[in-house]
């Protein structure tokens, strides 16, 4: 079978005719029913049965329509990049990013973006720390650009700096750590913690500081998404040791009265990086997005 063939079956479930879908895709007739009986050779079941003058799918055939209206619809995708590859290579950007930097670093420097550059197509990924640096270097470049936590290096890989993020304690404001100026990882023995994960660059400083504490953590929830974790805290279900970036943005956007912020004893900083691949340098677009996005850190957590 061939792209053509599953898009004319395509067509076909949508009009139920062989005259509709030749009148939608602008072609004959004949050439619809020799693409179906192609395809239904190829497949070795029949797709559809005629019923006074129309076409009734097999039950075969409503099951493999779901998946060729994804077909389509990637199809539809690929086109428009292709366009505007054949344009300019350098009117597209896609950008990965990881949840902590997605709720709103990312839409506020996009939007920012948009209004300087108006001929550039954005794709934005949320995704993990091993997923933006897969993505950035396996083969074809899934992504353009990358932003991380930074923690840590790989082969093939460039990096600028943007900033630095605090390791910060998110703690319910009736528990008594609530009082303190800085928190103790120590402190947190026998209390509930909204745990992260160890394969993060977040993840393998919690885990350094509580090596260091020499302490057992009741972790009740093990969330891979930083807002979720906070969100976890403000809702009292424990306390959470977070990222600043996404302490300050929930500080901005929600009950700040349920929760408070503590700087944490003993706690690194981690760099927020850009994160390219050797083998496909920045073009201008991308520059000037890491420009912005750096402008954006800077005010969130000024």
Avoid at 6 to 20: L, Q, S
Avoid at 154 to 168: D, E, F, M, T
Avoid at 188 to 214: D, F, M
Wanted: proline share 4%; aromatic share 6%; glycine share 8%.
């Amino acid at each position: 079978m061939n792209s053509r063939q599953i898009e004319i079956f395509h067509a076909v479930m949508k009009t139920r005719t062989a005259t509709g879908a030749a009148q939608k895709l602008g072609i004959t007739q004949p050439a619809v029913t020799a693409a179906i009986k192609q395809l239904e050779g190829s497949l070795g079941f029949n797709l559809f049965h005629r019923s006074s003058g129309r076409l009734q799918p097999t039950s075969e055939a409503h099951v493999l329509d779901g998946e060729a209206s994804r077909i389509q619809d990637s199809m539809v995708v690929f086109r428009r990049l292709a366009g505007r590859l054949k344009k300019d290579l350098t009117t597209h950007l896609r950008v990965a990013t990881p949840p902590a930097f997605s709720h709103q670093l990312v839409p506020q420097a996009v939007a920012e973006f948009t209004e300087q550059t108006t001929d550039c197509l954005i794709d934005v990924s949320t995704v993990h720390h091993d997923q933006i640096m897969t993505g950035l270097v396996e083969a074809g470049g899934a992504n353009s650009l990358g932003f991380s936590f930074g923690l840590g290096e790989r082969l093939g890989l460039g990096s600028i700096p943007i900033g630095k993020a605090n390791v910060v304690a998110l703690v319910p404001g009736d528990w008594p750590q609530a009082a303190e100026e800085i928190l103790a990882v120590s402190s947190l023995a026998g209390c509930p913690v909204i745990g992260t994960y160890a394969s993060e660059p977040l993840g393998l400083e919690v885990e350094r500081l509580i090596s260091q504490a020499n302490v057992n953590l009741e972790i009740v929830v093990r969330a891979h998404n930083h807002n979720v974790a906070a969100r976890l805290v403000e809702k009292g279900v424990g306390a959470a040791l977070l990222d600043s970036v996404t302490a300050a943005y929930i500080l901005q956007h929600h009950d700040s009265g349920s929760f408070v912020v503590l700087p944490v004893d003993g706690a690194a900083t981690l760099p927020v990086k850009a994160i390219y691949s050797y083998e496909h340098p920045l073009n201008d677009n991308a520059k000037n997005f890491i420009d912005i996005f750096r402008h954006c850190f800077h005010r969130l957590i000024a």
